[in-house]
């Protein structure tokens, strides 16, 4: 089995995750092939030839953007592994034996581990140097942050304790009028996952359910936001319920015909009594092919909406959008301006609305549990009411950073925003300073957060709002040293009555 080693990034997160993703491919391979089961191993190829699409134009991209020397070679060498890519894929299609099936699996892990070792170990390490710095990797954490580091020693589980009740504890200070909201909790709305719903009429019915409450689970954890805090701009459109609506009713017009198609899909239905489960215990029952079959019939419906891209008699190219495309951007579309942002849909927001169902993933606890970590650091490095030992600066911003690792690439350019709409001092200012760590021009920086840096395009054409949040960290600046200098008065005067 391969693992993922820092030592093998090229820089770019989003690249990082499609190389990550390839050796999953490597890994998934060698297991079935070491389970003599050929005919899984050819599925494998469907994948391969939707990341040799993917992947490429978006290394491409990065090459291009920053203005890589070798690029014209690399783009040979992209063009020679897809042509092998599809060989394979077409030698699959044309096996019927299991010996021809067995052939083409021994080529298929050669030729993968041949295109990590040559290719990404080897070229693409080439044009690392050219990748735009990210911020240095953060120090050793402090002793507050050791409640994320893994199971602490048992010796200092007493402390650990004690800390976790003064962090849930509010201290009580009789503060002059003007400073009393310095030390009010942070609150703010997170939406609750409603219960899993049971009692289909048809199994199709429960299936479709079950694929939307993995979906809902991701939209649900987005919407989180802080009424208190005011943004003038629309939210983007992963936190609008009203989308979470329309995202629906758009799967199950567009998407779920092509997973039907499955025939292990609706062989399931006579596999088991169903009729007692609810939308979280039927994954109870999916297997791993399951698994797979809903997962390419999920992918086969958004790749059936992406725009094709044609030529002019110029030889201008342009971009031929689909009957079915055009009905999803007319289903997508908001009541209003004012009810979410979303750019018009190309095959960059196919992407993003692709990654958020994975069969193989219940995303809910990791992302609420990388949520808890946003909060207690922008408590502990941000916020003034939590008098212990502070995170370093910048502790928020390489959590975020991090974040892009975990989950699906797209997901962290949202929880960044996420973040601008609950904590108060995650200002555009931030959000600015933020996505320079993903390259130096807005067109380096676009490839990687594309949602961030198009909030940031609307904050500019308004000036108001970079006026109104500065003068509001202004202010907080200056309330902050008045806190600080009543509470080191009020020390003074304590100790002196101690005398």
Known sequence: MIVWRDAMSVGAPALDADHKRLIDLINMTEQWIGQDNWRQVSTVTDDLLRYVDEHFRREEAVMAATKYPEIDAHKKGHEALAFKAKLLHDKFRAATQEEDLKTCSQVLIRVLTDWLVTHILKEDMKYKPFIPKKAPPPPPPAPVMEMYSGLPPKEDEEARKARREARNKDIEYELPPNLAHLLTRLEYVVPELPEPAKGFESFDKLCEAAIGRRIDKVLVFFQRHNPALKRELPPFFLASPEFAEKFKAAVTKLIFPAIWESRNIRMLATSYEWAEDDTDSFWDHVTKPLEDSILQGWNSGWDELKLVETKKPDGTKVFQVKDNTKALREMLAPSSPEAYDIPKIGNREIETLRSLLDPRNDWWKRLN????????????????????????????????????????????????????????????????????????????RELHVPYTVRYLRQVKEDPDIWLRERNAEQEWQSQMKELSNYLANREADETEKRR
């Open 369 to 444: 549990h990388a949520w808890r970590i946003c909060h207690d650091l922008y408590e502990q490095e941000k916020d003034p009411r939590i008098f212990q030992q502070k995170a370093r600066e910048g502790a928020l911003r390489d959590n975020l950073l991090g974040a892009f690792a975990k989950f699906p690439p797209e997901w962290g350019d949202f929880l960044v925003l996420a973040c601008h709409r609950v904590f108060p001092r995650v200002s555009s200012a931030f959000l600015e300073s933020f996505v320079c760590n993903f390259g130096t021009t807005e067109g380096q």
